[in-house]
């Protein structure tokens, strides 16, 4: 019995062979154990032992599917919360998780969990990483493929409500939820550390642009669900700066960054002003500004012409708002 698809971005046959694959994938563990059972058999029995092996372990990898790794079958499409479960698929997890740079220094938070395949990706590329899910059974089922995946070490499931959550120590947020979903969660992914990255899914932001947007391949022949947005949370800069005998004023939209660059009565816009975590970078007049920002000190590098120089600045009042 194939998975039924719906509103999922796959074929059917890709539905149904990720659920084998879930099955199967802790035969081989299986497996071992048993040839070395037999290999204390005598010599002799040993080829129809092996082979009564293959043929039992051939059903139960069969009949697996049907169960599910604990017992529980979800089914794509059932209910959830503030929105229902659908996988995000295998190939566009690992997008998501290239797109984010996950690596063992990460800790990943997927907001809405479902199977926990997400967060078992990241386990996998030795990030630490928690799921977020309000269906309790998929809770369970996420935590049982942990185990047979071998990263149960790595991760955690809660059962709770994504919004009750407290991930503000996530170095990178996953999610798959729906665009009204993301806006509400936007002001705290906004106040979280600089550098964080956020990667959804198909869903957007709002007027919070990405900075990245990743598809699944044409030759996959994905039909829905097939791309993911990265966000990388800007360090806050509004406000006016003292810099050198200058005074900086800038204005912030998400990433992007705009005001202007005062010296004595020559005043110069602020050009292609933009941040990427805590880098920022912006052109006044002829030079070109380079650095990081770290709360209310920033300093970096100036380009005018050949020639390239330190610059620093320092808050000294922030924009009414
Ligand atoms: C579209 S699925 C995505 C699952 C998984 N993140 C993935 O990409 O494969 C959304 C999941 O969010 C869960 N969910 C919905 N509302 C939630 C809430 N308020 N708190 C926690 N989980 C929620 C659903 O049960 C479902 O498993």
Redesign the pocket.
């Known amino acids: 019995m194939k998975a039924p698809c719906l509103t999922y971005a796959g074929n059917a046959e890709e539905c149904e062979c990720r659920r084998v694959y879930d099955a199967v994938s802790a035969v081989p563990l299986k497996i071992k154990i048993l040839r070395r059972m037999a290999m204390a058999l005598p010599r002799f029995y040993r080829p129809w032992v092996l082979a009564l092996f293959f043929l039992v372990f051939t059903c139960l990898a069969s009949a697996q599917p049907q169960q599910g790794a604990g017992g529980y079958q979800p089914e794509e499409g059932q209910s959830?919360?503030?929105?229902?479960?659908?996988?995000?698929e295998d190939v566009l997890?690992d997008i998501m998780l290239n797109m984010a740079n996950v690596t063992g220094k990460d800790y990943v938070v997927?907001?809405?969990?479902?199977?926990g395949?997400?967060v078992i990706a990241a386990a996998k590329r030795g990030a630490r990483a928690l799921g977020?899910?309000?269906?309790p059974q998929?809770v369970e089922l996420s935590k049982k493929n942990a185990v047979l995946h071998g990263v149960a070490d790595k991760v955690q499931f809660i059962h709770?409500?994504?919004?009750d959550v407290d991930f503000s120590q996530a170095t990178v947020v996953?999610?798959?939820?729906l665009d009204e979903l993301n806006l509400k969660l936007r002001p705290r992914l906004l106040d979280m550390k600089p550098g964080t990255r956020v990667v959804s899914?198909t869903f957007m932001m709002g007027e919070w642009k990405p900075d990245q947007i990743g598809s699944v391949p044409a030759e996959r022949k994905c039909a829905y669900y097939c791309f993911a947005s990265l966000w990388i949370v800007p360090a806050k800069v509004e406000g006016t700066w003292k810099l050198g005998s200058r005074e900086l004023t800038l204005e912030q939209r998400f990433q992007m960054i705009s005001g202007e660059l005062k010296s004595g009565a020559r005043v110069e816009p602020i050009k292609e002003g933009v941040l990427k975590g805590d880098q920022i970078s912006f052109i006044a007049g002829e030079t070109h500004y380079t650095g990081r920002v770290d709360g209310n000190r920033m300093q970096g590098k100036l380009t005018s012409g050949k020639k390239s120089t330190g610059w620093s600045a320092q808050r000294v009042g922030y924009a009414l708002k």
């Open positions: 959830g919360k503030d929105v229902v479960w659908i996988p995000t997890v997927d907001l809405g969990s479902g199977d395949r997400l977020v899910e309000y269906n998929m709770a409500d994504l919004f996953t999610m798959f939820l899914n």
